[in-house]
C-alpha cells in the first residue's frame, strides 16, 4: 500500500511509519521539518504546512492517510477535505482525553459521553480544559469529510521508546538510581491506563490494510498498580537497593504536588479517570499488548541513550523529591 502520515516523524507518528514500512508500504510522512529533519528511515519527505501550505499534497494520490498530528479543528478538517478524494481510507489519532468527566468506577466504552466546547473555533489545544473538546472536533471533521472510510484511535497515556513527554519515562529512569523512590498512595493503586507506542503503531497498520472504520478505544493492560509499575522497573534495572516510600495522597496535595507531571501515572482521586476505559472492542480487532517489563525494558534501554545531564520534562527533581521525603519521614517516621 501507498500510505501518507501526516507527521511522522515523531514518537506515535515515527511507530507508525517504521510499523508500515516493516510490512512492506511505501510510507510518505508530511510535516515541517523540524522535529526531524533527516529521518534515518526509507520514507517519502513531503514538506509543508498544517495550517496553509498543503501545497506537497495536491495533485497526488495515496492508498490510505494516517493523519498524527492534528489539534485544531480547521486545521484538520482542511487536510482531511483535500485528502478525501485522493485516499481511500483516513485514520486519525485522538485521544481518550475526548471522554467527559469519568470515574475511576465508570466503565468507558466508545459510547461514552464526549466532552463539549462552547466556542468551537477555539486553538488552543495545549490548554488542558479545550484539548479533549477540540480532539472530538477533530473526529467530527473527519467523519462528516470520509462518513464511509474513517477510523477513529483513542489513545490512553502512550508510552515507551521515543517517548518526548517523559511522563513514564520518569519511573524507569528514577527506580534505577536507587535510594528511597517517592511513590505515591499505595502498592495497589490502580494508575492511569497506558499503552506501548509500538502496539498502537502496529494496530493501526493492520487495521489500515483491511479498511477497518468506527471508533476504538486503544488502552493498555487493565488493573495495572503503580506497585506493578514500581516493581517491574526494580527488576529491569536491577536496582535491588531501591527502596519505595509511599506517601500519601493528602500529604503531596498539602504540599503542592502536581499530578501528571511532578508525579508520572497520578491523578489524585475524584478527578478525571479513565481506569475503566474498555479496548474490548479493539482487542476483538487484533490490539495486542506487549508485557509490562518490555515496555519498562526498553524505554530503560532507550533512555540510556539519551544525554545523561538532560532534565525529564516530567517528574519530581531530585532535590524535590529530597525534601519531600524529609517532611513525610519527620512526621511518620521511618
Known amino acids: 500500500m501507498r500510505i501518507l502520515i501526516l507527521g511522522g516523524t515523531r514518537f506515535v507518528g515515527r511507530h507508525i511509519a517504521e510499523a508500515a514500512l516493516a510490512r512492506g508500504h511505501d510510507v510518505a510522512v508530511f510535516n515541517r521539518g523540524q522535529s526531524d529533519p533527516n529521518p534515518d528511515i526509507a520514507v517519502e519527505r513531503l514538506r509543508g504546512n498544517r495550517d496553509g501550505d498543503l501545497t506537497a499534497l495536491r495533485g497526488r494520490r495515496w492508498d490510505a492517510a494516517i493523519d498524527v498530528s492534528g489539534y485544531a479543528p480547521r486545521i484538520v478538517r482542511a487536510s482531511v477535505e483535500l485528502l478525501a478524494p485522493a485516499v481511500d481510507h483516513y485514520t486519525f489519532i485522538s485521544t481518550a482525553s475526548v471522554y467527559d468527566s469519568p470515574k475511576a468506577a465508570d466503565r468507558v466504552d466508545e ?3 464526549i466532552k463539549t466546547i462552547k466556542d468551537e473555533r477555539r486553538e488552543d489545544f495545549q490548554a488542558p480544559a479545550a484539548y479533549g473538546a477540540l480532539k472530538a472536533l477533530c473526529e467530527r471533521a473527519v467523519r462528516q469529510a470520509m462518513p464511509d472510510h474513517a477510523l477513529v484511535a483513542r489513545l490512553s497515556l502512550v508510552v515507551g521508546p521515543r517517548d518526548p513527554t517523559d511522563r513514564f519515562t520518569y519511573w524507569p529512569r528514577r527506580v534505577a538510581r536507587g535510594g528511597s523512590v517517592l511513590a505515591f498512595d499505595a502498592p495497589n493503586r ?95 480487532a487484533g490490539l495486542r499488548v506487549r508485557p509490562l517489563a518490555e515496555t519498562v525494558a ?37
Open 111 to 113: 459510547q461514552a459521553p
Open 298 to 334: 526498553d524505554t530503560l534501554a532507550w533512555d540510556r541513550t539519551r544525554p545523561r545531564d538532560a532534565d525529564l520534562l516530567a517528574g519530581l527533581a531530585a532535590a524535590r523529591e529530597t525534601e519531600l521525603l524529609r517532611l513525610w519521614e519527620a512526621i511518620h517516621g521511618r
Open 190 to 284: 490502580v494508575v492511569l491506563p497506558f499503552i506501548d507506542a509500538r502496539d498502537i503503531a502496529r494496530w493501526i497498520v493492520m487495521s489500515v490494510e483491511a479498511g477497518l472504520t468506527g471508533t476504538f478505544n486503544l488502552g493498555g493492560r487493565p488493573g495495572v498498580t503503580i506497585g506493578d509499575v514500581l516493581e517491574t522497573c526494580r527488576t529491569a534495572s536491577g536496582a535491588a537497593g531501591a527502596s519505595f516510600v509511599w506517601v500519601s495522597e493528602a500529604f503531596l496535595l498539602e504540599h503542592g504536588v502536581k499530578p501528571w507531571t511532578e508525579i508520572p501515572l497520578w491523578v489524585p482521586r475524584g478527578g478525571d479517570d479513565l481506569a475503566g476505559l474498555d479496548s474490548a472492542k479493539a482487542i476483538a
